[in-house]
């Protein structure tokens, strides 16, 4: 074709939108836009139906153990430090870890650590270290408090006698996270060894605390520190585990104190080296809030009242809020005034000393930039010694009648600015006042906030504000105090709108229905809704109403959208913290402290007055001191009921009376127990000793605790003892005072004379008077005869008339099984192990055991002759031969019928025996015998004979007289039923 030609365009072919052929088309193209496994299921299903249902079971079990039941999260914006306390038996390495933390999370080393040491671990989260010893009262106090727990296990030994006390003992209080430590690796030189043991070790502690629990492995050591790669995945798995909060924490305040000061006026010391102390203790607030009403107790060593609470700056606070991917080294702060480490920082009262956090670890001593702190951590001896030793003085005299010149011309000027000081001392005077507006009506009870510009005010008198604008919120005007009135602008109403405005207010009639919905709209949105102070409803204004209506459509939806309880009741649980939270947010500090008390998370400082002087002298840091809060009522004691049980591992058992040592709540005391058992018609039967494998019910005097919580009973705090400790375990019932424990009594007595089903029984009261207490008993003889008391009888004293089912013998023994009641002792003592001398904190020793004061005293225990055992000497005994009946034997087959032998011919007894010859007078008198004894048998016969024959005629005579009164009722009765029978025809 040329240049100049035109192409010539066809028309496009146009395919068949239906029919046969089109319809085929489609069948072969509808697997072109399929996947694989749509286009051929059966290579992509499941080949064993089992092994997909397995895995389908497997997924669920996975899913559900995730699931705990919905709690309301309480958790401060800004959470305390997590306690995470270091424990194991001795020798296992929990220095050398504390020390490995320390060094990873604030890079460097502090040389010797005493108590709490609380370190910055990253942007939101601070945690407090402590090393818990080889202390039972420790042990218990840490699984009370802490949040997480480093148990260390020495694997070239393998568990001890200690970890399985602290195990036990976390499960009665609470069982915070524990992730095990395996130490001393380097031990085991054989590789194959050392994967058996790590095995082993590893199936026993999932044994102990739950399939999948964590454990590291700590290998060798290096320059005295675990490894740095080691240790460091140790700080990372510890910043980012999560905890779920505990039941007796979430309703219990405490403080795991860090700091002590004495301030004791040294003057009272000095007179009295004995007095009673008062001690300021620091810490953060844990658990709920903590109010200055409450009493509080410390473990170990009493309950105190609180003298003043106040809250002091976070010694160790959380970085900025910046993003970044770590911490710098000025925020790798480091807290532990216990062991001298932190910069100045200056208290009310007091001043503490704070280590800069960088790298100053030089021959293992921190060493400070600042001359002043290192010439104050260097110091050998205190400031007292110092100032009695040196002979400056530290104001110069000059500067003393400066200061009293001052003071002089003070007081001399009083009348200059009388005005100035009469506004300073008003606006001080305002400032102390507690707001009852406030706290009654909440934030929407707040005064005006006013413009204090310049432009917008002008003071009156100096005192008072005047506020020219009459432009105000109706929330704010609902906010004025009521009882002040306000005159103010009344010119306004001369307007015809304002009059207009307030017309319905006087209309008796009814309103329209526009006009009564607005008005109802006005009074929500300037009321807002009813506060239920009582039950604790959370008020609700217009716009939480409508949250509430926002949150309903939402469970609405939820529910709608298939959603499971558990999510649904976990999206209540979140709304519900979430209203907590902001309920109190429009209140400032000092009210919210007033009404809710001191949040968790506030680093406080408790003044307690009237301290054991013991308190202070003895001292240890390596012991923790935790302020726990009393809630209302916990500072009784009383009758404690609970369900107890003893442990399997305790080689005896439990005898009642028996002083022991209990921990129940935050409190460690002795008492002595009843154990008893409940019988099916509820009586509270007494226990000499706890039985094996079985609960029992426990009754003591102690303090009152909320049923529901756990304890548990060991007997002594000593650690030298070589057999497990934790006696029994249980929880507390119920707190009844009118519980009644009785004790079975058995009276016995002896019959003294007896009548028939008849008898006076003695032996068994002494006095009229007992018998008369036991009248209506049942008694009991041996033999099963049962009776009845009657009646006292006069004389002898003591014997009574009884009644039985039949008559008894003068050889049988009556008893009476009765129940007396028996009386808790009210004892209650307790453990102060915090005021026991350093190095003897362990050996506190209250009431000693029966037991224990004989084995003291070399007193054998007495024996009672009926106790003993004495040897049952038994006879033979001889059975007679088997004698079948013969005609049972005429049933029996032949193989079965006994045999009999031919008897042989006895011998006569005549010739067996020796010849013996009568005499003539002994033949007379045998004769004369046997003629006696035929007349007597011939007497008797004959009377036999007579008695029949008038045995015969007296019952013929009986039955003649029988028959004739026979007749004569059968007379009677048809008289009777003639005589009826005409009286039914008459009518």
């Known amino acids: 074709m040329g240049d100049g030609e035109e192409i010539q365009e066809n028309k496009l072919h146009r395919g068949r939108a239906s029919g046969r052929k089109a319809d085929k088309k489609k069948q072969k193209q509808r697997h072109d836009d399929e996947t694989s496994a749509q286009r051929n299921p059966k290579a992509f299903t499941f080949h064993s139906a089992v092994k997909a249902a397995r895995s389908a079971r497997r997924t669920l079990d996975i899913e559900t153990k995730k699931m705990h039941q919905p709690l309301v999260d309480r958790a401060p914006l800004e959470p305390p430090p997590i306690i995470v306390a270091i424990v194991g038996p001795p020798k296992v390495g929990k220095t050398t870890l504390l020390n490995s933390l320390v060094k990873n999370f604030t890079r460097q080393q502090v040389s010797h650590i005493q108590g709490p040491v609380t370190v910055v671990s990253g942007k939101k989260r601070r945690l407090t270290l402590f090393e818990c010893g080889n202390d039972i009262n420790s042990m218990i106090d840490v ?47 054989n590789t194959k060894a050392l994967r058996q043991t790590k095995k082993k070790l590893k199936n026993r502690f999932w044994t102990e605390i739950y399939q999948g629990a964590k454990l590291f492995y700590l290998s060798g050591l290096m320059h005295d520190l675990y490894p740095k790669t080691e240790i460091h995945n140790l700080c990372r798995f510890i910043s980012v585990t999560k905890f779920r909060p505990l039941q ?13 000061e004495d301030i004791t006026y040294p003057e009272l010391i000095r007179t009295d080296k004995k007095c009673n102390r008062n001690v300021c203790l620091y810490g953060y607030i844990r658990g709920t809030n903590f109010k200055s009403i409450h009493n509080v107790h410390i473990p170990g060593c009493g309950d105190f009242a609180i003298k003043n609470v106040y809250a002091l700056p976070d010694p160790c606070p959380l970085p900025s809020n910046e993003k970044k991917r770590t911490l710098n080294e000025k925020e790798r702060l480091i807290y532990a005034p216990m062991s001298g480490v932190g910069g100045i920082v200056y208290d009310k009262d007091a001043v503490y ?34 100032m009695a030793k040196s002979q400056i003085s530290l104001i110069k005299v000059s500067s003393i009648f400066d200061l009293l010149l001052a003071r002089l011309t003070c007081e001399l000027n009083w009348k200059e600015n009388l005005a100035r000081k009469a506004k300073e001392s008003f606006y001080q005077r305002q400032s102390q006042k507690i707001n009852w507006n406030r706290l009654v009506y909440g934030s929407s009870g707040d005064a005006l906030k006013y413009n204090l510009d310049k432009g917008e005010r002008q003071e009156v008198g100096e005192i008072f504000l005047k506020k020219d604008s009459l432009k105000r919120n109706l929330k704010d005007q609902d906010g004025l105090d009521c009882s002040q009135s306000n005159y103010t602008n009344l010119d306004c109403w001369n307007d015809e709108q304002y ?31 009813f506060e239920d102070l009582d039950t604790e409803n959370v008020s609700a204004t217009k716009t939480a109403e409508s949250s509430d209506e926002a949150e309903q459509d939402e469970v609405m939806d939820d529910s709608r959208s298939n959603k499971t309880f558990y999510e649904t009741a976990k999206a209540e649980m979140a709304a519900q913290s979430e209203l907590n939270r902001k309920e109190f947010e429009g209140l400032d500090d000092e009210s919210r402290i007033q ?12 003044e307690l007055h009237g301290m054991p002087c013991e308190f202070i002298d ?84 102690g303090p009152i605790t909320a049923p529901g919580t756990g304890f ?16 029994a375990t249980g929880t507390v019932r119920e707190l009844d005072k009118s519980v009644a424990i009785v004790k079975k009594l058995k009276l016995i007595g002896t019959p003294l004379k007896i009548f028939k089903n008849t008898a006076f029984i003695k032996g068994m009261f002494s006095s009229t008077s007992e018998v008369a207490a036991a009248e209506g008993a049942t008694i009991r003889t041996v033999s099963g005869i049962r009776g009845q008391i009657k009646r006292p009888v006069k004389s002898p004293e003591g014997v009574f008339r009884a009644t039985f089912e039949d008559k008894i013998l003068l050889s049988d023994i009556v008893f009476l099984r009765a129940w007396y009641p028996v009386d808790i002792p009210q004892f209650y003592n307790p453990v102060t192990s915090l005021l026991m001398p350093r190095g003897e904190k362990t050996e506190w020793q209250g009431m000693k055991t029966v037991g224990q004061l004989r084995a003291l005293h070399n007193i054998k225990p007495p024996q009672k002759s009926n106790s003993l055992y004495h040897p049952i000497e038994r006879e033979p005994k001889h059975f007679n031969p088997l004698l079948i009946p013969p005609s049972l034997q005429k049933a029996l087959p032949y193989k079965n019928k006994p045999k009999y032998t031919p008897k042989t011919a006895k011998k006569s007894s005549i010739l067996s025996r020796p010849v013996s010859t009568m005499s003539s007078k002994e033949k007379k008198l045998t004769t004369l015998m046997q003629q006696l004894r035929t007349i007597e048998k011939d007497r008797l016969y004959k009377k036999k004979v007579k008695k029949e024959a008038e045995r015969k005629v007296y019952m013929k005579k009986k039955e003649a007289e029988e028959n004739k009164r026979h007749k004569k009722m059968q007379e009677r009765r048809q008289e009777y039923y003639r005589k009826i029978a005409r009286a039914g025809k008459g009518k």
Not at 171 to 185: A, D, M, R, S, Y
């Open 143 to 189: 699984a009370k408090t802490v949040d997480l727990v480093l148990l260390l296990i020495d694997a070239s030994f393998g568990f001890e006698m200690e970890t399985f006390e602290f195990l036990n003992i976390c499960q009665i209080h609470g069982f915070p996270k524990v992730i095990g430590v395996l130490t001393h690796l380097d031990m085991l030189k």
């Open 248 to 260: 007796w924490r979430s309703s219990h305040s405490y403080v795991f104190a860090d700091r002590l």
């Open 353 to 386: 000393i704070d280590l800069g956090g960088s790298r100053q670890a030089v021959d293992n001593r921190a060493i400070v930039e600042n001359p002043l702190v290192s010439a104050i951590i260097e110091s050998k001896a205190t400031i007292d010694e110092k």
């Open 499 to 529: 009059r207009e405005s307030i017309r319905d207010c006087f209309v008796s009639g009814d309103w329209h229905e526009e006009d009564a919905q607005k008005m109802i709209d006005q009074d929500d949105e300037l009321y807002g809704d």
């Open 595 to 606: 009404y809710e008390g001191y949040r968790p998370g506030s680093y406080v400082r408790i």
């Open 618 to 701: 003895y001292f240890d840091p390596k012991y923790p001191i935790i302020i726990g809060a009393l809630n209302s009522g916990e500072e009784n004691t009383g009758c404690v009921q609970v369900r107890i049980r003893k442990h399997r591992w305790y080689k005896r058992i439990l005898k009642t009376r028996d002083p022991v040592i209990m921990s129940l709540g935050w409190r460690r005391f002795q008492t002595v127990p009843l154990f008893c058992m409940e019988d099916h018609n509820g009586r509270q039967r007494l226990l000499k000793y706890t039985p094996e494998h079985v609960h029992c019910t426990a009754t003591f005097f």
């Open 712 to 727: 548990l009973v060991i007997q002594t705090t000593n650690d030298k003892v070589s057999h497990f400790r934790v006696m």
